[in-house]
C-alpha cells in the first residue's frame, strides 16, 4: 500500500494515521467498525470513479474545495467519523491520486485493526490473515476464482461467507472481503502480507515470515523472536511456516528483505562460488 510512497505522501499519510490513533483512543468500538466500513467503501468508490479520484488526489486544487466535494457526495452516505477523516485526507499533499486511495484504504483497514485489538483479538486476525493467504497458495483454484473478474460482487462475498463463516474473527473477514473485492491491481496474497505487516505495526512490532523445513517447537520460536528483536532494536511479531524445500535452516523475511540461512541457500553458493 503505502511502501512505494514519496516524501510528501508518506509525511501526509503519517498525519492522518496520527489522527486515526487519536480517535480510536477516544471512539468506542461500533463507531470505530463504522468509520472502518465507511472508508473501506470509499476506496471501492475511487478505484471504480477515476475522474473523481484524480480530482481528490490533484495537488494543484484547493484543498477546501476538496473537502466540499467530499461533503457534497458522500454526507449522507457516511458517518461523522469516516466523513470527517476523509476530508482530512483529501486535505492534504500526495505524490499521486493513488497514493491517496492507498491511504484511505491505510486507515480503512487500520480502523478494523483498532476494533480487532480493543476485542483482544488482534493477534488472531494478523495469524488468520497469513495463514488464509498462505491456502490461496496451496489451492490456485479457490484463488482463480476470488480473483476472476467477470465472477460477480456478490458471487464473491457469498464464497467468502461460505469459507470464512465462523472459522475466523470478523476482522479478518471484513479484511479479506476488501481485498476480494478491490484488489488495486495486487495479488491477495500480497495484500494479506501487507494487511499483516499494518497490523504488526498498529503495536510497533515488525512481521518476521520464518520459514523451516520442519515445524518450529514454542522454545525455538521464543528464541529466534528474542534473537530478531535483538538484531532490530524492535519487537518482532512471528509468523512461521513449513517448506520441505528449506532442507534445513531458516528463511526469514522482513518486509522486502531476506535473511537465507537455509541449508539450500548455502549450498547454491557453494556451488556458485566454485563455478
Request: charged letters at 25%.
Amino acid at each position: 500500500m503505502s511502501s512505494g510512497m514519496h516524501g510528501a505522501s508518506r509525511q501526509a499519510l503519517s498525519s492522518v494515521r496520527d489522527r486515526l490513533t487519536a480517535l480510536a483512543s477516544e471512539t468506542d468500538p461500533s463507531a470505530m467498525s463504522a468509520l472502518g466500513e465507511g472508508l473501506l467503501s470509499v476506496v471501492r468508490l475511487l478505484d471504480r470513479e477515476g475522474n473523481l479520484r484524480r480530482t481528490l488526489g490533484d495537488p494543484a486544487l484547493d484543498p477546501q474545495a476538496k473537502q466540499q466535494l467530499v461533503d457534497g457526495l458522500l454526507a449522507s452516505q457516511l458517518d461523522s467519523g469516516a466523513l470527517g477523516l476523509l476530508k482530512e485526507v483529501v486535505a492534504q499533499r500526495w505524490s499521486s491520486a493513488r497514493a491517496l486511495v492507498d491511504a484511505v484504504e491505510v486507515l480503512g483497514v487500520t480502523a478494523v485493526f483498532h476494533v480487532a485489538e480493543s476485542a483482544g483479538e488482534l493477534d488472531d486476525v494478523e495469524d488468520e490473515l497469513f495463514r488464509f493467504a498462505r491456502t490461496l497458495s496451496r489451492e490456485p483454484e479457490l484463488r482463480a476464482v476470488l480473483t476472476d473478474r467477470s465472477l460477480e460482487v456478490e458471487r464473491k462475498q457469498a464464497l467468502i461467507d461460505g469459507l470464512l463463516d465462523g472459522k475466523v474473527k470478523a476482522g479478518t473477514k471484513r479484511i479479506v472481503q476488501a481485498l476480494v473485492i478491490t484488489p488495486r491491481g495486487r495479488t491477495i496474497e500480497g495484500g494479506l502480507e501487507q494487511y499483516a505487516a499494518l497490523a504488526a505495526d498498529i503495536r510497533s512490532r515488525t512481521l518476521a515470515t520464518v520459514t523451516t523445513a520442519v515445524p518450529l517447537d514454542d522454545s525455538q520460536r521464543e528464541r529466534l523472536t528474542a534473537s530478531l528483536s535483538a538484531q532490530l532494536g524492535r519487537q518482532v511479531q512471528l509468523q512461521s511456516e513449513v517448506d520441505p524445500r528449506v532442507v534445513g535452516g531458516v528463511l526469514v523475511r522482513l518486509g522486502d528483505e531476506v535473511i537465507d540461512g537455509s541449508t539450500k541457500h548455502r549450498l547454491a553458493e557453494a556451488r556458485r562460488r566454485l563455478s
